[in-house]
């Protein structure tokens, strides 16, 4: 059996500050939007995928939502989960193992924080592997920022040129209903912020919001149950680069770099065939690096072609259209909000900030600090 695999239906919670549900509230929200988005019932979900909620996702999360699926995935490699459990769920329906599979998450990453709870820190602790890089105190954030100040220093890119992703992200919020922050920024309002890890000011980080998003994969015999236009999965690929930051070969390379020509390679397509991109940006140097990896343009060329305002909705390559993680929301991890936005652009579904004509969408996420990414490649029509 070898099916073609459509999306059927996306949904977001309500998101930003949400402080009267728990994590599950939003995910059993947002995958009830997601079936009625879809025109399909909880009875008709076979396969489930979730992760970093609960003590063993994604089995109380299917108790939860009253689930008994045959078929299910828990794959947490960070940011990147969900693109990888896309291009999971994907084989699966292919192969005939499930016919319509769910992908849901939620976290109230902000509401836990404003409570005090110790678990809102993110703390990767010092077991196995980390043991080693832990006595030198990085960070997260820390970590991202040694890596942006080695391609400042490699390829020349500048903080201005940095800071444009942030303002890209801004510009392209405005327009967008649902995104925590919405009034315009400047190259000055970025670098005048206050430091957080050097050359990173506040407005270089992603922000820290409420929210679930869902979505429905299905086999292409179940197309015609649909109440949405399918979005078709042309393409997807995965890879780990490293967990140790000493044991990354090369700080201005990330494994994009890999799974981007792969699910190119897979959909039969090339970057310049791309409509609008979504890409995990938890900062700003993660996207540039990104892109760069992907073949949007050369090594070392990111911060000239962010530069030129390529990223802004009317851009040579509109990305992360609703705001990004940057100015929308970024609830924990983010890989599932990148998927629910590249879906309603295929649609034609995003108004004001609409692209047009989009066609092919390229949606990568990235987890850790670069140590795992999954890129998909979707399209408005069936392969």
């Known amino acids: 059996m070898s099916r073609k695999v459509a999306i059927a239906g996306v949904a977001l919670s309500d998101v930003g500050r949400v402080d009267d549900k728990n994590a599950y509230e939003l995910m059993a929200q947002a995958s009830r939007r ?4 879809a025109g399909l019932t909880p009875q008709d979900i076979d396969g489930l995928g979730s992760t970093s909620q609960g003590m063993l996702p994604p089995t109380d999360v299917g108790e939860y939502l009253g689930l008994r699926p045959r078929w299910i995935d828990s794959t947490s490699v960070g940011g990147a989960s969900w693109e990888v459990m896309v291009s999971h769920a994907a ?3 292919s192969a ?4 319509v599979v769910l ?3 939620g976290s109230t990453a902000r509401a836990d924080l404003r409570k005090g709870l110790r678990t809102a820190n993110i703390n990767w602790g010092s077991r196995g592997p980390l043991q080693w890089d832990a006595p030198y105190g990085h960070t997260l954030v820390s970590k991202y920022a040694m890596a942006a100040r080695r391609h400042m220093y490699q390829y ?10 942030a303002v890209s992200a801004r510009f392209n919020a405005t327009d967008n209903p649902e995104a925590y922050y919405r009034d315009a920024i400047t190259i000055d309002d970025v670098l005048s912020g206050p430091m957080i890890a050097d050359p990173f000011t506040k407005l270089h980080c992603c922000i820290r919001s409420d929210g679930g998003a869902a979505a429905i994969l299905v086999a292409e015999d179940r197309v015609a149950d649909l109440k949405s236009d399918p979005v078709w999965i042309l393409g997807s690929a995965e890879a780990t680069s490293h967990m140790l930051t000493s044991q990354w070969d090369d700080m201005t390379i990330g494994p994009a770099a890999v799974s981007g020509p792969l699910a190119f390679q897979r959909a039969g397509l090339a970057p310049a065939d791309v409509d609008v991109a979504e890409l995990y940006d938890a900062f700003t140097y993660m996207l540039l690096l990104t892109l760069e990896d992907l073949g949007f343009c050369g090594k070392g060329e990111g911060g000239a072609f962010v530069e030129s305002g390529a990223l802004r909705l009317g851009g040579a390559l509109p990305t992360n259209t609703d705001g990004g993680g940057l100015s929308a929301c970024h609830p924990g991890q983010r890989g599932l909000f990148l998927l629910v936005e ?3 652009q295929l649609r034609g579904e995003s ?3 609409q692209v047009p004509d989009a066609k092919v969408a390229c949606v990568s996420g990235t987890g850790g600090w670069f140590c795992s990414s999954g890129t998909v490649l979707l399209g408005a029509e069936q392969p």
């Open 103 to 105: 992908l849901t998450y």
């Open 91 to 93: 084989d699966a329906i």
């Open 342 to 344: 590249a879906v309603r």
């Open 351 to 353: 108004g004001p900030r």
């Open 34 to 37: 997601a079936l009625a988005d």
């Open 156 to 165: 020349g890119t500048t903080i201005e040129q940095l800071a444009e992703v």
């Open 96 to 99: 005939g193992h499930a016919d």
